[in-house]
């Protein structure tokens, strides 16, 4: 069973920053960040493979930067230039080659106009 602690998220004013992350018991081929907004659907935001490659939601590209520390089982998604649209809770996702995804607690973030 992997675990996963997501720490970082907060309220933030329009067009300010923060940085998410989260750390894995164990070393995942794949990880990422969902996000959920109130009465929608759970939604990718970005993920990075071990190996560095990454994809973004069209809708973060540019503002959003994904990255990992493979030493420490740790991802982390710098968020800037937030927009109100932005809050959600986030999820961090462990994507293992063989067998089931595994997700985080959740963290808020909230961004203010």
């Known amino acids: 069973q992997v675990q996963l602690v997501e720490s970082g998220g907060g309220l933030v004013q329009a067009g300010g920053s923060l940085r998410l992350s989260c750390v894995a018991s164990?070393?995942?081929?794949?990880m990422g960040w969902y996000r959920q907004a109130p009465g929608k659907q759970r939604e990718l935001v970005a993920t990075?493979?071990?190996?560095?490659?990454?994809d973004y939601a069209d809708s973060v590209k540019g503002r959003f930067t994904i990255s990992r520390d493979n030493a420490k089982n740790t991802i982390y998604l710098q968020m800037s230039s937030l927009k109100p649209e932005d809050t959600a809770v986030y999820y961090c996702?462990?994507?293992?080659?063989?067998?089931?995804?595994?997700w985080g607690q959740g963290t808020q973030v909230t961004v203010s106009s």
């Open positions: 990075i493979t071990n190996f560095g490659n990454m």
């Open positions: 996702n462990a994507i293992p080659v063989l067998g089931p995804n595994y």
């Open positions: 164990e070393s995942i081929f794949r």
